[in-house]
């Protein structure tokens, strides 16, 4: 959390701008920083009257749905209609206007409120009629304090009693509606009464009327009259001199009963409508333009505009309600209940967004907690107080898209199954740390769980997820905060480790290791994982870039690995040119293949009895034009992890095959086998039959001259699939041939089974034949098993003639070796078989030996 208290402004900032380029971090605190920025913002958006119109909106529509009509019986309305200027002229004259006072006088009204203006200029008859119709001190007239007409104020005419005149300020919203009644105005001598509050006042004789400055009210009796505020309920920035109540419409339309002039005039007045009552008179004809919108004009007929008087008599009859003490003025939050709706909402969001998951769910809550929001509202409104809709649906909505933004920020760089950080954050505290501890080492730990891939695949992704989660707790619970744990890929780990001496790092990560081994359980399982890890130190003398520092800790993870798993190296820069070479060579491979740059050479294989050549194993080789051939051990495997070798070793094949054809058309009377190798990935592929045949069958080849070497070890990994594809390919006719016998600590119970042809011993149980007394019993071994299963033996690397002799002794049909020749490119192998092979027994001619 950022702390504001701390002062000057500029060290806030400072703060600010450190949190902010914090990466974000979920939870509690963005909840909180969501709801205040929103609150915040939703506040200064008020101060700007953003929301006045909408608030104003809402207000009116809530009035409207709530209203009841019930005409005020405490008033009659004598109304100036179209009909009656017609008959009476405009202006009224004083004497018409004398004798309505008079005619309704008769029956005895608390007051009379004369709600037209007498103070044109013009001399009118009547005028001392309507100055005696004043003498009686239940009359109110009414002036104007505007400027009239060309900027002339006229005042009322002076004979007219000051206490028995009120002004008719109506105050209008910026949106042209009344919702204000300006009551009372206190200049610095002469207070100015309102009209309605004067009449109220004349009703009210006996009630003592008082100003309150000190607590901006007004005091009428017991009922208190507070003054509205700026900030009022949805109100912004009103303009609130004098003292002004939010008017409490009581009808829409049809305020009090009424008659019009012409009826009053005939002597037609009920006399109960008047006594005891208010009789307000002016004029209601719309051509006068003395007409007011409402908060139910928006989607009214222009029925709905409402006459001066009608708005002094909604006022009136608000005004005497609340001296009767009924509930008739608004009420209004003060500003730090206002805060704390806003705040509640705000914080509603907050967790709505960050606790709830699915979008259909959030839009479904969020929906309703806006119509719940603006409910809420309307509640309070029938109670009379008026608290923001608006405001609160903002703040509610701003907040929410605060979170979310936040949620979607921290779910890119949060993992969301072990709740920990992901590689770009972590990379960004690396950089951090390096900024930091300039001079000091920073060390990196990259962790991968060994055998990862077997757990998924063998107990399912769940439970992988649960390893997962397991590893992430225990990591967390052995390193300190600091180490900045991360989860980088899959099944890697990453985190910074507080210590920088070699001895120190192995201790422990030593003790890590023992620590995440510990057996766990997972779906009632037992479980035991173990990890590789790699360290990365940035020295001092050149720090690295905080990826170069996890690539590196990457690399020497990979080489823990290699050296067995279950153990940590740290880097060292051979490592990491070991890994470009590695790449390059990988890149160069791919181009090789277009380029044909891989050709075969060729090993006799030499029937050990009579010396002669009995066939060849064809080696592929490399030629890289700018260094020479490359050999297979440097760069089969890597065709076999790109995958390259499905396409190599179907090239091989036939390149082989093309080559024995050749022979034999070359040299029909010699009959030879040619050996080809297959790869580990090879002996996986699908279609390896298929392609087989079609070449055999395109090359009008017959299969059992040609002989297929595999390993041990591709055999034993699927000792069924293995027995099923060895027979698929014995049905082409090809012979197979077990290569590198003796290394790959093979079950000799399965060797049966195996539809073999041949046993190749491994060249260096025949290389250490002289030396070592073991290795010969090994090859003897081999030997008589071979032929006691019936198999063929060839004998690899025979490099010298005791070994040889050695071999032919123990009954070795065939052997290969540099002894005989190396590997010879296409010509070379030619040569050998046209002319004279010197290890043939020089009595026997070649043509005519028998295998
Ligand atoms: P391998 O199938 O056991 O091949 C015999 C290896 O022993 C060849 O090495 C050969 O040059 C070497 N060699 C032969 N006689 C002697 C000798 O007297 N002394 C010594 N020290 N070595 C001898 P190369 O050609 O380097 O091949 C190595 C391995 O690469 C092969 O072992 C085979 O597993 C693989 N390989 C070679 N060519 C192919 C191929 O076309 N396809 C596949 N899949 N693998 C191949
Ligand atoms: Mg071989
Ligand atoms: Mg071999």
């Not at 749905?65 to 309305?77: C, F, G, V």
């Not at 160069?588 to 044909?596: I, K, Q, R, T």
């Not at 046993?759 to 290795?775: A, E, N, P």
Request: proline letters at 5%.
């Amino acid at each position: 959390m950022v702390h504001f208290r701390t002062w000057p402004l500029g060290q806030q900032f400072r703060q600010l701008a450190a949190y902010l380029s914090q990466p974000i971090n979920f939870g509690s605190r963005a909840v909180l920083v969501s709801s205040l920025l929103a609150l915040t913002l939703v506040s200064m958006g008020k101060r700007l009257q953003l929301f006045e119109t909408f608030e104003m909106l809402s207000f009116d529509l809530l009035t409207r749905l709530q209203i009841q009509e019930s005409p005020d019986p405490r008033l009659l309305l004598v109304e100036v209609t179209e009909a009656d200027l017609e008959a009476y002229g405009w202006p009224l004259s004083d004497q018409v206007i004398a004798d309505i006072i008079a005619e309704v006088q008769r029956h005895e009204p608390t007051v009379v409120g004369l709600d037209l203006y007498r103070n044109t200029p013009q001399d009118m008859p009547g005028r001392a009629a309507l100055a005696q119709a004043f003498e009686a001190s239940n009359v109110i007239g009414i002036f104007n304090v505007g400027k009239q007409g060309k900027g002339i104020e006229v005042p009322a005419p002076p004979t007219w009693p000051a206490d028995q005149l009120g002004f008719n300020d109506l105050v209008i919203d910026p949106d042209g509606v009344l919702r204000r009644n300006l009551l009372y105005v206190s200049a610095a001598e002469d207070p100015f009464f309102s009209f309605p509050l004067r009449v109220v006042l004349a009703y009210h004789r006996d009630l003592p009327f008082q100003v309150d400055r000190q607590n901006d009210l007004l005091r009428i009796g017991d009922a208190k009259f507070p003054a509205l505020m700026p900030g009022d309920g949805g109100y912004a920035r009103v303009d609130n001199r004098g003292y002004q109540v939010l008017l409490k419409y009581r009808t829409s339309y049809q305020t009090a009963p009424s008659l019009t002039i012409t009826q009053v005039l005939a002597g037609a007045v009920p006399p109960d409508w008047v006594r005891g009552n208010i009789v307000l008179v002016g004029s209601t004809a719309s051509s006068l333009k003395d007409e007011f919108f409402t908060p139910f004009s928006q989607d009214q007929s222009s029925q709905f505009v409402m006459a001066g008087v009608e708005m002094h008599a909604q006022s009136i009859s608000q005004l005497l309600d609340a001296i009767a003490g009924e509930p008739a003025l608004y009420q209004f939050l003060p500003q730090w209940g206002e805060f704390l709706w806003l705040l509640g909402w705000t914080l509603v969001a907050g967790v709505a967004g960050w606790a709830v998951r699915r979008p259909a769910s959030l839009l479904v809550l969020s929906g309703s907690i806006v119509l719940g929001i603006w409910g809420l509202s309307g509640l309070a409104l029938a109670q009379l107080v008026w608290v923001p809709t608006v405001e609160p649906i903002a703040a509610f909505l701003l907040a929410l898209g605060l979170v979310l933004t936040q949620k979607a920020l921290y779910r890119s760089s949060y993992d969301q199954l072990t709740m920990l950080p992901g590689r770009d954050m972590f990379l960004l505290q690396v950089q951090r740390a390096l900024q930091h501890h300039p001079g000091t080492a920073v060390t990196v730990v990259f962790l991968d769980i060994d055998r990862f891939k077997l757990i998924n695949q063998s107990f399912g992704h769940l439970m992988g997820d649960r390893v997962l989660k397991t590893i992430g707790q225990r990591l967390r619970q052995f390193l300190p905060t600091s180490a900045q744990l991360a989860r980088v890929g899959g099944d890697e780990f990453a985190f910074l480790l507080p210590v920088h001496d070699q001895t120190t790092v192995d201790q422990w990560l030593g003790r890590l290791q023992t620590e995440l081994s510990a057996p766990f359980s997972v779906a009632r399982r037992r479980l035991s994982v173990t990890s590789s890890m790699g360290v990365a130190m940035a020295h001092r003398d050149h720090p690295p870039t905080a990826q170069d520092l996890l690539r590196d800790a990457h690399t020497a993870m990979y080489r823990a690995k290699a050296l067995h798993e279950y153990r940590h190296e740290v880097f060292a820069s051979t490592m990491h040119e070991e890994a470009v070479r590695r790449l390059e060579l990988e890149s160069h491979l791919l181009s090789a293949f277009e380029n044909n740059e891989f050709l075969l050479h060729y090993q006799p294989i030499v029937c050990l009895q009579s010396g002669r050549i009995a066939g060849f194993e064809a080696l592929v080789r490399w030629y890289r034009p700018e260094e020479g051939f490359v050999s297979p051990g440097q760069f089969i495997q890597v065709t076999e992890e790109t995958g390259l070798i499905v396409h190599l070793g179907q090239w091989i094949f036939r390149a082989a095959c093309t080559q024995l054809k050749a022979w034999q058309q070359q040299f029909p009377d010699q009959p030879l086998t040619m050996s080809i190798n297959l790869s580990r990935r090879q002996f996986h592929q699908a279609d390896l039959v298929i392609q087989f045949g079609d070449t055999l069958q395109e090359l009008a080849l017959v299969g059992n001259r040609v002989q297929l070497e595999i390993t041990e070890s591709m055999i034993m990994r699927d000792v069924d699939g293995a027995v099923d594809l060895m027979h698929r390919l014995k049905q082409l006719g090809l012979k197979l041939a077990i290569d590198d016998f003796g290394t790959g600590y093979s079950s000799l119970s399965y060797l049966h089974r195996f539809p073999t042809d041949t046993l190749k011993i491994d060249q260096s149980f025949v290389g250490r034949m002289d030396q070592s007394d073991d290795d010969r019993e090994i090859v003897h071994t081999i030997i008589t098993l071979g032929q006691k299963l019936n198999m063929d033996l060839v004998a690899e690397g025979i490099e010298t003639e005791t070994q040889l002799a050695r071999l032919r002794a123990m009954g070795c049909r065939r052997g290969q070796g540099y002894l005989f020749s190396q590997p010879l490119g296409r010509d070379g192998a030619t040569a050998l078989l046209a002319n004279p092979w010197p290890w043939a027994q020089a009595s026997i001619p070649n043509g005519a030996s028998t295998p």
